[in-house]
């Protein structure tokens, strides 16, 4: 009698627990869907706004021009910089130089068939590598040669993507006049009112001295 009684105990409690595991399926299965149906729509609009942003991002983003715009300036100080054997500063412009040309390169621009990410890194890796090599050892005659190479890459590439008439040249002037002792390392001689700055390279500049400093 005992045992038949806990037989029927055990079994009613098995019934009340698959009840309650039902239940609770069910439950979770209309949660479930309850999740679904509302995050759909949020979803699919928020991928929208996402898109859209990205769009406006992408507008607002420089393109290549721009970026060569910034490698034309980086390159003009470069030359100068070297002119005057101030080789902190060269190498600076050329990082920054460097640093645009990665930028440039990441746009993945196609240029009349032409992939210029690759270029841009084939002049990285080669005439771009001869510029700091020189840099590195301070040595005007191969930075003049590997500068020169470089424009040389420059303008290769220019005409190869459709762009002849874009020709980059030595800068027979310094890009900006605001940068103070960009140009020469130290005077050499002083006059009265003049000091005379000399770069290694032998550039000779005549600077007035202003009231104050005289
Ligand atoms: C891999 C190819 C490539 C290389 C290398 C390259 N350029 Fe360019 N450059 C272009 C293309 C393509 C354009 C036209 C971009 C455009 O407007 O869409 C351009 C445009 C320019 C412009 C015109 C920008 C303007 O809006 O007026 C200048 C300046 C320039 N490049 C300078 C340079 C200099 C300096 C170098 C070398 C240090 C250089 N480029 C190296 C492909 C190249």
Redesign the pocket.
């Known amino acids: 009698m005992k045992y038949t009684t806990g037989l029927w105990g055990a079994l009613i409690l098995c019934v009340v627990l698959i009840a309650m595991l039902f239940w609770k399926i069910f439950s979770l299965n209309s949660q479930v869907r309850n999740l679904g149906a509302p995050n759909d729509g949020t979803l699919q609009e928020s991928l929208k706004r996402v898109q859209a942003e990205l769009a406006s991002v992408k507008e607002l983003a420089p ?4 970026y ?2 910034t ?2 300036l980086h ?1 003009g100080k470069l030359w100068f910089a070297a002119k005057a054997s101030n080789w902190e500063l060269s190498q600076y412009e050329l990082d920054e ?1 460097k640093e645009t ?1 990665e930028a440039a390169k990441a746009l993945n ?1 196609e ?1 009349n068939g ?1 992939k ?1 990410s690759n ?2 890194d084939s ?1 990285l890796q080669t005439q771009v590598a001869q510029l700091a090599e020189s840099i590195k050892r301070k040595s005007p005659a191969e930075f003049q040669k590997s500068y020169d190479d ?2 040389s ?2 303008n ?3 005409a ?4 002849k008439f ?1 020709h ?1 040249v030595r800068p027979s002037s310094p890009p900006v006049t605001n940068q103070s002792r960009l140009f020469m390392t130290k005077p050499v001689t002083k006059t009265l009112n003049m000091e005379c700055w000399r770069s290694k390279s032998l550039n000779i500049r005549w600077k007035k001295l202003s009231n104050t400093q005289a």
């Open positions: 393109g290549l021009g721009e060569m715009t490698i034309q390159a130089l040309m621009a240029k032409v210029i270029v841009l002049v470089t424009l890459a420059c290769g590439c220019h190869e993507a459709g762009y874009i980059i």
